[in-house]
Nanobody, 116 residues
Framework: QVRLVESGGGSVQAGGSLRLSCAAS????????MAWHRQAPGKQREWVAG???????MYADFVKGRFTISRDNAKNTVYLQMNSLKPEDTAVYYC??????????WGQGIQVTVSS
């Protein structure tokens, strides 16, 4: 059974930083593409950043230069370092894993709140 557990969320003032972690189990982590998505109240879930099994990274335009995604295959963990946070970054952040065979798995989500 695949399990993704996010941690590191919380409340921060605008301009601050947070680092999210997502620990994976039950999946061949090194072969998976990992991503972070988010969903703000009243809005659709949107993709934030992704990292491939080959360690290539991609970002949504609205986080480029502020967020950094990384992975540690030895720890089966993906990270999202979020700097220069803005109130519009407030959302529930979800970790997603896509296996080599194409199956997608989601974490339960974690709240990030940025106050002005």
């Amino acid at each position: 059974q695949v399990r993704l557990v996010e941690s590191g969320g919380g409340s921060v003032q605008a301009g601050g930083s947070l680092r999210l972690s997502c620990a994976a189990s039950g999946i061949i982590f090194a072969s998976a593409t990992m991503a972070w998505h988010r969903q703000a109240p009243g809005k659709q879930r949107e993709w934030v950043a992704g990292v491939t099994s080959g360690d290539s990274t991609m970002y949504a335009d609205f986080v480029k230069g502020r967020f950094t995604i990384s992975r540690d295959n030895a720890k089966n963990t993906v990270y999202l370092q979020m700097n220069s946070l803005k109130p519009e970054d407030t959302a529930v952040y979800y970790c997603k894993a896509v296996s080599r065979s194409g199956y997608a798995y989601w974490g339960q989500g974690i709240q990030v709140t940025v106050s002005s």
